[in-house]
């Protein structure tokens, strides 16, 4: 029976019903009525999923037919000729990809991998690093970084970046954005949402990305009632904006403030922000035809004639908190969303996105997991392609593969590889400084000497780790490498605390303090992820040698909202956790500046404050010569560690393990053959594809 015939079986069911339930309803009460209305509805749905796989598949046969490499958009003569373009193309996409691939390359198979906890929402601001890769994959950026280098960008959603200089006198910067036409927001699937959820019509058509979706996204990252983290930390890279305006639905232009500053001669200079270029090109897209709607498609905001109106509106900012499209990622990328549910997460590829070869694979499913243990394992039994091995397994991985199983993975192409490479992030207990017991920066010192990270290392790491000093990564120039951790020394701590005066007044065995005439016991709380084996391991460890000089550590154990909860709140006495880093250049605003100190949802969660890395956070943002920014990196680097607002633990090196299927995943910095004068020492993950036979694709889900 071919597509057509089960379409109009499906209509003419939907048809004959739906007049038999309203040639009944004369005669029905109200309750009835709604009843039939709620069936009419459920046929509706039927025949939407029904039209929607037919609309995939056929999506899916015509990607057969598409070259992976598209056309190049320097190609695409948009702008003023006068202006360069800020971007460039990426050689490595563009040319090198296409060799590896070859002529007759296709997309197939399910890229699977998993990740431990289902996220809190989906919402664009979501502040975890997990819930921004799997946007990215269905939200493009202005620009995307060339594939191993840093500060270079290709063309994404902008064709054209060009900077002018505004000539009133202000040594004002505006950037001209160019957009790329004909690219669609995806319609919604309405059998995403639960039944009560009832969608207009609007929501389930496609609709044009345009400048005024990333003026709606600047206007909500500015809406100072907005409190998602993303938000937040986002707002103040885009306060030196003075205007964005919109002159066509492909155009838009933003102006940037020029500051009076002093230079070395004690002349003035108007400059504007160092990143004034990378932040420009961190805006993004916002779909306004949802997010500026309640599900019936009605508008949030009645009248929004004020083009500034998202920017200051409470009510609006409210309404998004809880917006009926939290759960579900609005996307216009090389995958679309396919649907969130217990077990997992699946995307699905964008047959018509203008560069095929950011979607290598046909979909891409993320797996919920309870424990890291639990991940490993399904990787282990091959029902995940990608892995990172977890803490102290590594006997457990060798062991796996001299079994006979394993031997009938590698008989099939299923044979483990491995790829070890330093992440760019680190573990950390931050220490709240408005904390009754963490105010003082002593106390935090001793608290940093008390924790033997050599040993956390060691027992919990497997020796995957490197200790750290500093809030930037250690293979960065950013990083003061002259810089030693607090060394462990539980005598130094004891000595601290007493000269602080944290004594055993009643010989309980805890240390208290007269506070304001107050007697206080040192009795603080540790927040921790509860899902994560290795943070409750490092947070038990805390615990006994905090008791071990006198302090009681409680622990409370976190699921992900109510984390993010504390971050947002930032009500914890202290809490172990993580941040992951952007590529260079670093700007320590977001985490470290006091603006953020005690404003809800800033990175700032540790509320740290000091008017000397003030100081140099605002000149970072207006230094261009290279070499003084070093001097300034390296130097805040140093406050930072005299402060102590984190302990920092240690920045992981990973074991990346995938099967041996999986092709192109590499460190660009060891494969200069692909990539001349690569700088990124992370693993790329951004264009891998499947290379198996088309019946072990389709016996995996």
Not at 44 to 72: F, N
Not at 462 to 475: E, K, M, Q
């Amino acid at each position: 029976m071919n597509k057509r015939c089960i379409i109009d079986k499906i209509l003419n069911c939907g048809i004959v019903l739906s007049l038999i339930l309203l040639y009944w309803s004369s005669d029905l009460l109200e309750k009835d009525v709604k009843s039939i209305k709620r069936d009419v509805r459920d046929v509706r749905e039927d025949i939407q999923e029904v039209l929607g796989m037919i609309r995939q598949s056929r999506a899916e046969i015509s990607s057969t037919k598409l070259s992976i490499v598209s056309a190049p958009a320097h190609s695409i003569e948009v702008g003023d000729p006068r202006y360069p373009n800020l971007l460039s193309p990426d050689l490595y996409k563009e040319k090198t990809l296409g060799s590896l691939l070859g002529e007759n390359f296709v997309p197939k198979g399910i890229l699977r991998t998993a990740h431990i906890g289902k996220p809190n929402n989906l919402s664009p601001f979501n502040g975890y690093d997990y819930v921004r890769k799997m946007y990215d994959l269905c939200v493009p950026g202005l620009a995307s970084s060339h594939v191993g280098k840093y500060e270079q960008f290709a063309p994404g959603l902008a064709l054209k970046v060009e900077e002018h200089p505004v000539l009133d006198g202000s040594g004002d910067k505006e950037f001209h954005v160019y957009l790329r036409p004909n690219v669609f927001w995806a319609s919604i699937d309405p059998t995403r949402f639960p039944k009560q959820v009832q969608l207009s019509e609007t929501f389930l058509q496609p609709h044009p990305v345009t400048a005024y979706d990333f003026k709606f996204y600047y206007d909500a990252v500015m809406n100072p009632y907005m409190s998602e983290m993303r938000a937040v930390a986002s707002r103040s890279y885009f306060e030196d904006i003075v205007s964005f305006t919109v002159e066509n639905e492909l155009k838009f232009v933003v102006r940037w403030k020029a500051h009076t500053i002093f230079n070395e001669e004690g002349k003035e200079e108007k400059k504007v922000l160092y990143s004034a270029f990378f932040n420009t090109l961190g805006l993004e897209p916002l779909p306004c035809f949802v997010y500026q709607y309640f599900a019936n498609g009605e508008k949030i905001i009645k009248d929004d004639s004020d083009p500034d109106i998202y920017r200051k509106d409470s009510v609006w900012a409210q309404n998004f908190a809880s917006h009926w499209a939290s759960n579900y990622i609005v996307s216009c990328g090389a995958f679309y969303f396919s649907g969130m549910d217990d077990e997992k997460i699946i995307f699905t590829r964008n047959p018509h996105h203008y560069d095929p070869s950011e979607a290598l694979v046909e979909k891409r499913y993320i797996y919920i997991k309870e424990s890291s243990d639990a991940l490993f394992q399904d990787f282990k039994s091959g029902k995940l392609d990608i892995t990172y091995l977890p803490p102290n397994q590594a006997d457990n991985l060798a062991s796996f593969m001299k079994t006979a199983a394993y031997k009938n993975q590698v008989a099939r192409g299923e044979a483990i590889r491995e790829i070890v490479y330093p992440d760019r992030s680190y573990a950390y207990i931050g220490w709240n400084c408005y904390s009754l017991f963490f105010e003082n920066r002593q106390v935090r010192r001793a608290m940093n000497m008390l924790i033997d990270r050599d040993r956390i290392i060691e027992e919990c790491l497997d020796g995957r780790a490197n200790v750290i000093s500093g809030p930037f990564s250690a293979y960065s120039p950013a990083y003061n490498q002259n810089i030693e951790g607090w060394h462990y020394s539980p005598e130094e701590a004891a000595r601290i605390l007493d000269e602080e005066g944290w004594i055993d007044i009643d010989g309980d065995g805890i240390r208290e303090k007269i506070i304001d005439g107050v007697v206080v016991p040192f009795r603080f709380r540790l927040c921790y992820y509860v899902k994560s084996v290795t943070g409750r391991t490092i947070a038990s460890y805390v615990a006994t040698v905090c008791k071990e000089i006198g302090i009681e550590c409680s622990l409370l154990g976190l699921d992900t909202a109510d984390l993010s909860q504390a971050f947002d709140e930032k009500n914890f006495d202290a809490i172990l956790t993580g941040w992951c880093l952007g590529s260079p250049p670093e700007d320590p605003r977001a985490l470290w500046h006091s603006e953020g100190a005690l404003e809800r949802g800033s990175a700032n969660v540790v509320g740290f404050h000091n008017a000397e890395a003030d100081k140099i956070i605002d000149q970072l943002s207006y230094e261009y010569d290279t070499q003084k920014r070093l001097d300034l990196y390296h130097r805040f680097h140093e406050i930072i560690h005299e402060e102590s607002p984190y302990a920092f633990l240690f920045s992981r090196n990973y074991s990346l393990l995938y099967k041996d299927y999986v092709k192109n995943i590499f460190i660009p910095k060891n494969r200069t053959d692909l990539i001349p004068d690569a700088q990124d020492e992370m693993v790329n993950l951004q264009t891998v594809w499947i290379d198996r036979q088309e019946e072990e694709c389709l016996s995996i889900s």
